[in-house]
C-alpha cells in the first residue's frame, strides 16, 4: 500500500477486459466435480443502486452448525488499519426454501449468528459504500474501500462480500450484474457462464474490480500482460496516458526482477475529488487521486507509486511470514515485517528506476534526502517495528507514512550492508530473489525467526542491524554506509543563500490540517502548534484542497500577505501572514563525493547496476 496522506501534505505531493455485455448470467456449465463442495455463489446487483448499497445474495444450502457465525471483514491484508466492515452493514437476512426469514442476530461488530444453519438456501444483505459512510472511527482508505455512483462502481471485496465462519477457504464464484456498457476491471478471471471465478474468500479481498464508464489500454512488459482501467470523473486522465507515463518504469520494474511471476496484472485507477494512495494485490492494484492536471500528477509521484504496488509482486506476494498467509479476517493480527512489505518495496521501487535509467542517480540521491526530511516530521521514539505492530492503534495511523520514508531508508542502508560485505557481488536485491524462490506465495517464512534467517544467508555481523534499526531507533548509519559507495552525507548544509520561507510541519486531523511544527517565521504571525487550519485567504483548506493550498503558499514571494483562518480550541482567529527572507539550510544532503577511490566507485557501479543472477530462478 502506499499511503499518501502525509506525504500530500508536507511536500508539494490480467485483467479480463469484460466488454458490454459479456456477463451473460444464468447456469454455469462448468460445475465442479462432485466431490468438491459446492462454490458459494454471490450477486452483486449493481443495476439498483438506490441508498449507495450493495445488494448482495448468497446461495448457499449446505451449513451445519459450525457455519452459524456469518462473518464480515475486521481489515484486510496489506492495510494495516482496522476496518470493522460489519459497520456498513444496513440489513442482514437468512433465507430457507419456502422464503421464510430464519432468525438471525448481531453477536459482534463483523459477526451476525444465524439460528436454523441447516435450514439456509439464501443470504440477503445490504451494505452502505464506505466512501460516502460517515464513520466516527477508522474510516477506511479510500483505496480500499467502496464507492457507488452513477457511472461506475468500485469494490474491494472485504468490503462487499462476507463468509460462513468455517468456509473462509471454499472458492466462491461472484455475479456482478451491472448496466451493458459498463466496463469491468479486475484481475478475476470467469467461467463459461460469466460469473467471475476466486479459490476462496481470501482471493476475493486480493482482486477489487473496478466497472463503469472507464477508458483501458493494454501493454506488454517483458511477456506480462498488463491492462490498465481508469476511470476519471470528467475524463481527463485516459489510460492511455497512464500507459505512455509508467511504460519505462514497469520495464525497469522487470529487469529489477529479472523475470516476472505473473503473466498478467491489471491496474484500476480511480480519479475524483480526492487523493489517498493506492492498495497492491497479486495480480493488480488500485489507485486513488484526485483528477488534476496530468504533469501535475506525475509531479505527485504517480508513475512511483505505480511501481511501488507492481513491485508488491515481490513481498508480500512471494515473501510473507505466516500471519499473512493464514490471513485474520477476524481480528487484526500486526506482523513484525512491515519493514520488508512496504519499506523493502518502496525501496525496490526507487532504486529499480535508478538502475533501469529512468532517473539518474543524482535524482535518486535527492529522494533519499526527500524521505529523510519526511522522516523528521514523524516520531523519532517509534521505531520501524513499532509502526509495523502498533499499525491499527490511532497513534499507529499517525506514525503509518513513515514505515514509506525511514523504512525505505533502513532497507536501502541493508543493501549497502550486504553489499560493502560481498565486495558488490550480492544486494538485498539478490537476497529478496533468492527468499522469493525460497518461500513463493503458498509457502510463510516464521514471523519470530526472520531476521536470523536472513542473517544465516548473508553475514553474521548483520544480525545487529536489525535490532538497532528495525526494532530499535538508534541514529542511522547514513555517514558510515553511503561512503562504502563513495557518497557524503551532510545532515545540515548551509547554502548562503537566501529564499522566502514560512517554516511549518502540518499533520491530518479527520478531513483538516493541524500544525505540529511552527518555526520562527510563522510563530511571528501569531501561529501556534495546534491551530487547526480552516482556510487560506477565500479557500476553504481540507484534504481534497491541501495540495492546492501548499502550491499557492510555494508560489509566494517574501512579505506578500496571506491570511489564515484557524481553530484554537473552540475559537475561530484570522492571522496575517507573510513569508520572510531566511537562509536556506538543506537537512540530509547526499551528494557523490568527486573524490571517491577506485574502491568505492567499484561499489558504487555495483550498487547502481542490477547485479547478474547467477542462479535463475525457477
Ligand atoms: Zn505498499
Known sequence: MTNRLKAAVTTPIAAILCLAGCAASGPSAALPAAAEPEPLAYTVDLTDRSEDTFKVLLRVDDLGSENAIYQFASTAPGTYQVMDIGR??????????????????????????????????????????????????????????????????????????????????????????????WIVGTALERDTAGWYRADNYDHVVDSPILTGTLSVASL????????????????????????????????????????????????????????????????SSTYTFAEADFAMLL??????????????????????????????????????????YEGATEWMAQISQVRGGVIDPETYLARLSEKL???????????????????????????????????????????????????????????????????????????????DEITAMTYP???????????DTEPLPLSELFAHVGVEYIPELRTGEMEPSFNVQVGVQGDRLTFVGVGEVAAACGLTAGDVLLAMDELEVTLATA??????????????????????????????????LVERVDRHVLRFDPEATPEQVALREAWLTNLPLPHARP
Open 299 to 340: 509531479q505527485q509521484g504517480l508513475a512511483s507509486i505505480v511501481a511501488h504496488e507492481f513491485l508488491h509482486i515481490v513481498t508480500p506476494l512471494n515473501i510473507h511470514s505466516e500471519i499473512i498467509e493464514q490471513f485474520n479476517f477476524v481480528a487484526p493480527t500486526p506482523s513484525e515485517h512491515v519493514w520488508l
Open 547 to 580: 495540495q492546492q493550498a501548499f502550491t499557492t503558499l510555494h508560489m509566494l514571494g517574501a512579505d506578500e500577505p496571506f491570511v489564515l483562518t484557524v481553530m484554537r480550541g473552540e475559537d475561530k482567529v484570522e492571522l496575517t501572514c507573510a513569508k520572510q
Open 461 to 471: 555481523d548483520i544480525r545487529p542491524f536489525f535490532e538497532r534499526y528495525i526494532r
Open 373 to 451: 526530511r519526511a522522516d523528521d516530521g514523524y516520531d523519532p521514539e517509534w521505531s520501524i517495528s513499532d509502526m509495523s505492530l502498533r499499525s491499527y492503534s490511532a497513534k499507529g495511523q499517525r506514525e503509518w507514512g513513515n514505515i514509506y520514508q525511514r523504512g525505505a531508508i533502513v532497507a536501502g542502508l541493508l543493501d549497502l550492508e550486504i553489499l560493502s560485505r560481498s565486495q558488490g557481488r550480492r544486494g538485498l536485491r539478490e537476497v529478496l530473489l533468492e527468499l522469493a524462490a525460497t518461500y513463493g506465495p503458498d509457502t510463510a517464512f516464521g514471523e519470530a525467526g526472520f531476521f
Open 88 to 181: 456498513y452493514v444496513r440489513r442482514f437476512e437468512a433465507v430457507d426454501a419456502s422464503g421464510a426469514i430464519i432468525p438471525s442476530e448481531q453477536v459482534s461488530t463483523n459477526q451476525w449468528r444465524i439460528s436454523r444453519p441447516e435450514d439456509v438456501v439464501e443470504i440477503r444483505y445490504e451494505l452502505a459504500e464506505t466512501w460516502d459512510t460517515p464513520v466516527e472511527e477508522h474510516p477506511v482508505y479510500l483505496m480500499a474501500g467502496t464507492s457507488i455512483e452513477d457511472d461506475h462502481v468500485q469494490i474491494n471485496g472485504q468490503a462487499v462480500f462476507g463468509y460462513p465462519t468455517g468456509m473462509q477457504s471454499r472458492p466462491l464464484r461472484i455475479q456482478v450484474v451491472r448496466p451493458d456498457e
Open 220 to 283: 506488454d512488459v517483458r511477456g506480462t500482460a498488463v491492462d490498465i482501467f481508469t476511470y476519471s470523473k470528467t475524463g481527463a486522465v485516459k489510460s492511455e496516458q497512464i500507459l505512455e507515463a509508467v511504460r519505462d518504469i514497469l520495464t525497469a520494474a522487470a529487469d529489477f526482477l529479472g523475470e516476472l511471476p505473473v503473466d498478467r496484472y491489471a491496474f484500476l485507477f480511480h480519479f475524483e475529488d480526492v487523493s489517498m494512495g493506492a492498495w497492491e494485490h497479486s495480480y
